[in-house]
């Protein structure tokens, strides 16, 4: 599938563990009510996304599939922006379809931040002698 392209394939997809781990360890999360995104970028040309929805959280598949379907159409409609990224998306607490829609959103577009290097808060350029 073209990286222009709104379809979100196999390609777009975490699946390996390895995959999950490293966004967990790069530490860049925007939190929520309803769910965290996790993010790290990926040196890739396109964006890939992950999901985790717990049993425990949602215990019927059918409710879980449904919140699934949800985060990955926000992700799609919005893959354009992010570049190559990997995102988790991890739902903590069941929230109505349209909750986890616009915090999904929100913190998407905001998880984009991530793997872009910070200015220097309050520091100048310190001159080094020579």
Known sequence: ?????????????????????????????????CIDVLACPNHLVHPRLGLVVPKKILARAVDRNRVKRILREV????????????????????CTPAEYRTECES????????GQPRPDRGMEKLSVPT
């Not at 709104?6 to 929520?32: I, M, Y």
């Open 107 to 114: 913190l998407i577009l905001a998880s984009c931040r991530c």
């Open 75 to 94: 992700f799609r409609l919005r893959q354009r922006t992010l570049g190559g990224m990997d995102m988790i998306v991890r739902v903590k607490k069941g």
């Open 1 to 33: 599938m073209a990286p222009g392209s709104d379809c979100f394939g196999w390609d777009w997809k975490l699946r390996k563990t390895d995959d999950f781990s490293s966004v967990f360890r790069f530490k860049c999360a925007q939190r929520g009510q």
